[in-house]
């Protein structure tokens, strides 16, 4: 069965960092794109970071520049988002995603996506709040 599984969320202080994970089971992640969004309650889901397959090329969005990193690790088939800095804004539950029927957008149009459309595989989410 194939899943994504976030895990890493939790409660921390503004100022504070976590390091979320999304790890593959039933296939690898090495040949996808891989995407982490985010929704907070009463919004709607936005874009965070993606990395690519082929050259780990990377997009972030405006709320992460500067203080999100995403990363891969094709051999633990997880993708990490290391979020420093972090802000009451950012609570939210954290997904990442996968683009595998639909292949690539970065490989046949040569951009990276954030538009959630463009992925078809969702693992259930994270949940992160930032408070004091």
């Known amino acids: 069965q194939l899943q994504l599984v976030e895990s890493g969320g939790g409660l921390v202080q503004p100022g504070g960092s976590l390091r979320l994970s999304c790890t593959a089971s039933?296939?690898?992640?090495?040949?996808?794109?891989i995407g982490w969004f985010r929704q907070a309650p009463g919004k709607e889901r936005e874009g965070v970071s993606c990395?690519?397959?082929?050259?780990?090329?990377?997009v972030y969005g405006s709320a992460a520049k500067g203080r999100f990193t995403i990363s891969r690790d094709n051999a633990k088939n997880t993708v990490y988002l290391q979020m420093n800095s972090l802000k009451s804004e950012d609570t939210a539950v954290y997904y990442c995603?996968?683009?595998?029927?639909?292949?690539?957008?970065?490989?046949?149009?040569?951009?990276?996506?954030?538009?959630?459309?463009?992925?078809?595989?969702w693992g259930q989410g994270t949940q992160v709040t930032v408070s004091s």
């Open positions: 995603a996968a683009q595998t029927k639909s292949g690539s957008v970065y490989q046949r149009e040569g951009t990276l996506t954030l538009e959630e459309l463009d992925y078809d595989y």
């Open positions: 990395i690519s397959s082929r050259d780990s090329a990377i």
């Open positions: 039933g296939f690898s992640l090495e040949y996808y794109d």
